[in-house]
């Protein structure tokens, strides 16, 4: 993202208001609710946070889920859909298929976003079915990977029947 900021020379979160939010209408998407988080003893570049609710989520990943289409328009490339939810970093050579895209896990048939205490959004194409995990982070609520991992297997189980 900071490659977005300096190539355009615009401002990223500007930009998916614009591009993204305004055409999936967004019900509750504002920009006061985003922000760049530096930690420079780590990386020149910020973290880019957004604060969404679940059913902006949720439209963000029927936009991923469509391939990139959303009432009939093309809002976002399929090729880039494609391509950056494609492993780019392998975690396991014994499981080629887990790794890591542009800003997406990947894992078997599914591709998620992590965010802060447990926010996920996954998306799984194979079902055509995407699921957002919403946490109250206001109140220090964090939820472990584990807790979230068990309740996508019984979803999917579910979706199976």
Not at 26 to 32: C, G, I, Q
């Given at each position: 993202l900071t490659v977005f900021n300096q190539e355009t020379k615009q401002d990223f979160f500007e930009q998916f208001q614009e591009r993204i939010a305004k055409?999936?209408?967004?019900?509750?998407?504002?920009?006061?609710?985003?922000?760049?988080?530096?930690?420079?003893?780590?990386?020149?570049?910020?973290?880019?946070?957004?604060?969404?609710?679940?059913?902006?989520?949720?439209?963000?990943?029927?936009?991923?889920?469509r391939e990139g289409r959303w009432q009939g328009k093309q809002i976002v490339s399929a090729d880039w859909i494609h391509r950056s939810t494609k492993?780019?970093?392998?975690?396991?050579?014994?499981?080629?298929?887990?790794?890591?895209?542009?800003?997406?896990?990947?894992?078997?048939?599914?591709?998620?976003?992590?965010?802060?205490?447990?926010?996920?959004?996954?998306?799984?194409?194979?079902?055509?079915?995407?699921?957002?995990?919403?946490?109250n982070t206001d109140n220090k609520i964090r939820v472990k990977s584990k807790p979230i991992w068990n309740l996508y297997d019984k979803i999917i189980e579910a979706r199976k029947k």
């Open positions: 055409p999936l209408q967004m019900e509750h998407f504002h920009l006061k609710d985003t922000s760049y988080h530096y930690e420079a003893e780590y990386s020149s570049h910020p973290a880019y946070l957004f604060r969404m609710s679940a059913l902006d989520l949720a439209r963000f990943g029927l936009l991923y889920l492993s780019y970093s392998i975690l396991n050579p014994k499981h080629p298929e887990r790794g890591y895209g542009y800003l997406w896990w990947l894992d078997e048939g599914v591709f998620y976003a992590s965010g802060t205490g447990g926010q996920r959004l996954f998306i799984i194409p194979k079902y055509n079915l995407l699921i957002v995990h919403r946490v």
